[in-house]
């Protein structure tokens, strides 16, 4: 099984007809998604060949949920047109809307995530590599050849530290990889992920990646402490960063001790959360569990 997106998930991507749109929805047809239209709305009623496939493009989502059946959407806009997308996005009634753009203005984040709750609307993102369930579907510009399905699921701040947890585990596989984002505001949260991830029977197994700055990393241990029966493996970014720069992420900034991958590391291994020093550490120890239980 997987979480939030499986072979039955219909796509539509939002900003299709842009470069990165038509680039990264080739890709994603290549690894299997059902890419089933884009949104553009000046260019409605045309179709573009990816391939062996040929794609609609529609108005509006909602036409595109009429019409398809769509029930999760990528955003590929640029920022100034991310808060229009996904609120549309969410007044058609889409599940899932997979927010790709980075650059977005926090108030525009903060503004679409709430609009989108009220709705219903599960976000991913935004400033995030999407999610990708191996074998079955691929939400965004996570790359679909460096893996296969498995045991695992894993949950990132990071991108490219998905990619590299992820090819390094190759030989295991994965259940789900959800990149959730390091921006400040972000939709989907690590405890959203380990909740869906305790309650699908295929994920054996959690990794769990964060990365200095904000709390969301010590929230997600007091959440493993009173919910979580499955292992979990962790892994902090920045345990070198120095303290009072911003690194990396939007809003990746430590004051003293809060915020510190020491702090953040300590909190999860104070709930049994085993932590590398590495990301190849964090690979080895995520064995170490699968094989010997340790």
């Given at each position: 099984?997987?979480?939030?997106?499986?072979?039955?998930?219909?796509?539509?991507?939002?900003?299709?007809?842009?470069?990165?749109?038509?680039?990264?929805?080739?890709?994603?047809?290549?690894?299997?998604?059902?890419?089933?239209?884009?949104?553009?709305?000046?260019?409605?009623?045309?179709?573009?060949?990816?391939?062996?496939?040929?794609?609609?493009?529609?108005?509006?989502?909602?036409?595109?949920?009429?019409?398809?059946?769509?029930?999760?959407?990528?955003?590929?806009?640029?920022?100034?047109?991310?808060?229009a997308a996904v609120t549309e996005a969410a007044d058609a009634g889409i599940g899932l809307t997979v927010v790709i753009t980075e650059g977005?203005?926090?108030?525009?984040?903060?503004?679409?995530?709430?609009?989108?709750?009220?709705?219903?609307?599960?976000?991913?993102?935004?400033?995030?590599?999407?999610?990708?369930?191996?074998?079955?579907?691929?939400?965004?510009?996570?790359?679909?050849?460096?893996?296969?399905?498995?045991?695992?699921?894993?949950?990132?701040?990071?991108?490219?530290?998905?990619?590299?947890?992820?090819?390094?585990?190759?030989?295991?596989?994965?259940?789900?990889?959800?990149?959730?984002?390091?921006?400040?505001?972000?939709?989907?949260?690590?405890?959203?992920?380990?909740?869906?991830?305790?309650?699908?029977?295929?994920?054996?197994?959690?990794?769990?990646?964060?990365?200095?700055?904000?709390?969301?990393?010590?929230?997600?241990?007091?959440?493993?402490?009173?919910?979580?029966?499955?292992?979990?493996?962790?892994?902090?970014?920045?345990?070198?960063?120095?303290?009072?720069?911003?690194?990396?992420?939007?809003?990746?900034?430590?004051?003293?001790?809060?915020?510190?991958?020491?702090?953040?590391?300590?909190?999860?291994?104070?709930?049994?959360?085993?932590?590398?020093?590495?990301?190849?550490?964090?690979?080895?120890?995520?064995?170490?569990?699968?094989?010997?239980?340790?």
């Amino acid at each position: 099984m997987a979480i939030f997106l499986t072979k039955e998930s219909k796509v539509l991507v939002q900003g299709m007809t842009g470069a990165e749109g038509m680039k990264h929805t080739r890709r994603m047809l290549a690894a299997g998604t059902d890419v089933v239209g884009g949104v553009n709305p000046r260019k409605a009623g045309r179709t573009v060949d990816f391939d062996d496939r040929t794609v609609p493009v529609f108005g509006s989502v909602r036409e595109g949920i009429e019409e398809t059946g769509a029930d999760v959407s990528v955003v590929f806009v640029p920022p100034a047109f991310a808060k229009a997308a996904v609120t549309e996005a969410a007044d058609a009634g889409i599940g899932l809307t997979v927010v790709i753009t980075e650059g977005i203005p926090v108030h525009d984040s903060v503004a679409f995530q709430a609009y989108a709750a009220t709705k219903g609307t599960r976000v991913i993102g935004p400033n995030c590599p999407g999610l990708i369930s191996p074998g079955e579907s691929n939400a965004g510009i996570i790359p679909a050849d460096i893996t296969k399905p498995g045991r695992i699921g894993l949950v990132s701040k990071s991108g490219t530290l998905t990619y590299q947890l992820m090819y390094e585990l190759r030989d295991i596989g994965f259940s789900t990889c959800v990149g959730i984002g390091g921006d400040p505001v972000v939709g989907t949260t690590h405890i959203d992920c380990l909740a869906a991830f305790q309650e699908d029977p295929d994920t054996e197994l959690i990794v769990l990646i964060g990365e200095i700055g904000g709390d969301a990393e010590e929230r997600a241990a007091a959440y493993i402490r009173d919910h979580i029966t499955k292992p979990v493996v962790g892994y902090i970014a920045g345990f070198t960063a120095p303290e009072g720069k911003t690194m990396g992420h939007a809003g990746a900034i430590v004051s003293g001790s809060s915020g510190t991958a020491l702090a953040k590391k300590k909190a999860l291994e104070a709930v049994g959360v085993r932590v590398g020093g590495t990301p190849t550490e964090t690979a080895r120890l995520v064995l170490d569990r699968l094989e010997n239980g340790t």
